[in-house]
């Protein structure tokens, strides 16, 4: 089993721009972005392969999210711009600990999760 510890959450104005940070314990393969909004399910939001090269957006977050990640450090960050009140919540990173192809949008496909990290955008 692999640690997660997501960080660089915080309160925002609409329009801002925010990173999150994932540190991951060990080696993991597919590893993606969730949120889950107050009073609703935990979602998707984006996602990377195991490789680094291919993301993969919900439509929520496209041209707005970036999901990139550096394995020499076992990091994956979320770079969110142009900021809406709907995306505040908590995010949480997810990382998956054996291979698959591409990226994966279903929370069970994951197998660790971080403890997650609030992000409020709000005026």
């Known amino acids: 089993q692999v640690h997660l510890v997501e960080s660089g959450g915080g309160l925002v104005q609409p329009g801002d721009s925010l990173k999150l940070s994932c540190a991951a314990s060990?080696?993991?393969?597919?590893m993606a972005w969730f949120r889950r909004a107050p009073g609703k399910e935990r979602e998707f939001v984006g996602g990377?392969?195991?490789?680094?090269?291919?993301?993969y957006y919900a439509d929520s977050g496209k041209g707005r999210f970036t999901v990139s990640r550096d394995d020499a450090k076992n990091t994956v960050d979320l770079q969110m711009v142009s900021l809406k009140p709907e995306d505040t919540g908590v995010y949480y990173c997810?990382?998956?600990?054996?291979?698959?192809?591409?990226?994966?949008?279903?929370?069970?496909?994951?197998?660790?999760w971080g403890q997650g990290t609030q992000v409020t955008v709000s005026s």
């Open positions: 990377v392969d195991w490789s680094g090269d291919l993301t």
């Open positions: 060990g080696r993991v393969y597919a």
């Open positions: 997810a990382a998956r600990g054996a291979f698959i192809m591409g990226v994966r949008s279903e929370r069970r496909k994951y197998d660790d």
